[in-house]
């Protein structure tokens, strides 16, 4: 079975500060495939990336990056220098085998001026 | 345009009451899935298809009925609404490669 998990239930900081958001995921597949999603107040699901078991690669895009860590079974989402527009629920997934996704309970991320 | 199409956007039943719920895209993608919000739940998966004629179960699937007759429309039913059914309902489908899955804008759905 899968589970992913955000231990994270909210976090709130200042703005220009970089924060972390931690997903750790299980999964007994060999060939796997993450993904994290933005959901602002507005509702709408957001894709930010997807990335699968093979490529251990650090993405950075812009002040976003995610660091993918096999040995840990953990892939973090930092956002650098926070903005007030980065306030949006954050969720980790791991796609099972019928191409669904299997979510974290999300972090809420608030960011104060 | 192309996308993801969920009808209603928002929805009031009586406990009891039946309903459907439809979600419709144009891209030609063979995988489809429901999933429900709950506060502090995250998104959970309700029932999923990897193409037409072929559905399965997600984590919680009771009370819940689908089928997948097109390519294009995979409806979730709701068979005897419960209040434990109050949440919001989001469809998404995905053609299985390089990118993300693309999510309708949601169903809003109260049972009183």
């Known amino acids: 079975a899968q589970k992913v998990t955000q231990a994270q239930t909210e976090i709130s900081v200042v703005e220009k500060e970089d924060v972390t958001l931690d997903c750790v995921y299980e999964t007994r597949d060999t060939t796997y495939y993450l993904f994290w999603y933005k959901q602002p107040p507005s509702g709408e699901l957001v894709f930010l990336i997807r990335r699968n078991s093979f490529d251990e690669q650090n993405e950075i895009s812009g002040r976003y990056s995610w660091n993918f860590q096999k040995s840990t079974s953990s892939f973090n989402f930092t956002i650098t220098a926070s903005q007030v527009v980065d306030s949006a629920v954050y969720f980790c997934?791991?796609?099972?085998?019928?191409?669904?996704?299997?979510f974290g309970k999300g972090t809420s991320l608030l960011v104060t001026p | 345009n192309a996308g993801v199409t969920q009808t209603p956007k928002f929805q009031v039943l009586k406990t009891g009451q039946s309903m459907t719920l439809q979600c419709a895209q144009d891209m030609n993608h063979e995988y489809m899935s429901w999933y429900r919000q709950d506060p502090g739940m995250g998104l959970r998966l309700i029932h999923y298809s990897v193409g037409a004629g072929i559905t399965d179960q997600g984590e919680v699937p009771n009370g819940y009925n689908v089928s997948r007759s097109t390519t294009e429309d995979f409806p979730l039913r709701l068979l005897s609404a419960a209040p434990s059914q109050t949440s919001v309902y989001f469809c998404?489908?995905?053609?299985?490669?390089?990118?993300?899955?693309?999510f309708g804008s949601g169903t809003r759905l109260t049972v009183v």
């Open positions: 997934a791991l796609r099972n085998s019928g191409y669904a996704l299997n």
């Open positions: 998404a489908s995905s053609d299985g490669q390089a990118y993300g899955y693309t």
